[in-house]
Nanobody, 121 residues
Framework: QERLVESGGGLVQAGESLTLSCRFSGSYGTINAAGWYRQPPGNERELIATITRDGGTDYADSVKGRFSISRDNAKNTVYLQMNRLNAEDTAVYFC???????????????WGQGIQVTVSS
């Protein structure tokens, strides 16, 4: 059975930091690539950060320089360190396991319930 556990959200003030975690277990095995998405209120879900098995990373322009994705392969866990948060970062955040193709990252895992991150200005 596949299991994906997301954690670490909450309410913070602008300028503060948060770290999100996503642990894959069960039949996921060792994940290949992974990605973090977010869905702001009233907007579509967007991909904001990806990481390959070897640690290669990529970011959306909206978070580049402020967010950092990392992974601990021994724990099969992916993290998203979010710094200098602002009100525009308020969203529900989701993690996925996935792969990479010529078109970029694609998710191939279930979607979790997501993590609410609220930034007050």
């Amino acid at each position: 059975q596949e299991r994906l556990v997301e954690s670490g959200g909450g309410l913070v003030q602008a300028g503060e930091s948060l770290t999100l975690s996503c642990r894959f277990s069960g039949s996921y095995g060792t994940i290949n690539a992974a990605g973090w998405y977010r869905q702001p209120p009233g907007n579509e879900r967007e991909l904001i950060a990806t990481i390959t098995r070897d640690g290669g990373t990529d970011y959306a322009d909206s978070v580049k320089g402020r967010f950092s994705i990392s992974r601990d392969n021994a724990k099969n866990t992916v993290y998203l360190q979010m710094n200098r948060l602002n009100a525009e970062d308020t969203a529900v955040y989701f993690c996925t396991a996935g792969g990479l193709s010529g078109a970029g990252y694609y998710p191939n895992s279930r979607w979790g319930q997501g993590i609410q991150v609220t930034v007050s200005s």
